[in-house]
């Protein structure tokens, strides 16, 4: 529950363009990458299976940015979302960053951007 509120602004803020990706044709779902301490406060998986099943952190919180995105904004597979096949990713696509590499910087400093736009405590 801690990052939702985070990953529900991320969908919304425009430059996201969160219907545009509802409404492909082909399979295609929101990544959610999480870094910092909340990610190993709560037990996401970064490393080996980070996309696999098992990891209830990593499931529950893609699971219900999903749920969101259907009953909250209208994303119903088969109306606007309009994937043919669909897909894993429609399920669930959240894992953490690893972040154990001590010469490899974050995601959010090589992007320039604070990791607090979205603060999560």
Same mark, same amino acid.
């Given at each position: 529950?801690?990052?939702? *509120? ?7 803020? *425009?430059?996201? @363009?969160? &219907? ?28 080996? =299976?980070?996309?696999? &099943? ?16 259907? =009953? ?15 897909? *894993?990713? =429609?399920? +669930? ?5 690893? %972040? +154990?590499?001590? %010469?490899? %910087?974050? @995601? ?6 604070? *990791? ?6």
């Amino acid at each position: 529950m801690p990052l939702l *509120p985070a990953a529900v602004a991320a969908a919304l803020d *425009p430059i996201f @363009i969160m &219907q545009g990706l509802l409404c492909a044709t082909r399979v295609a779902g929101p990544v959610i990458v999480i870094n910092g301490p909340i990610a190993r406060r709560i037990g996401m998986n970064w490393g080996s =299976n980070a996309l696999g &099943q098992g990891n209830r952190a990593n499931a529950t919180t893609g699971r219900a940015l999903q749920l969101i995105i259907r =009953n909250v904004g209208g994303g119903v597979p088969g109306q606007l979302g309009r994937a043919t096949l669909g897909g *894993p990713g =429609n399920y +669930t696509f959240c894992f953490a960053e690893d %972040e +154990t590499d001590a %010469e490899r %910087e974050p @995601i959010a400093a090589r992007r320039k951007t604070s *990791p607090s736009r979205w603060p999560i405590r």
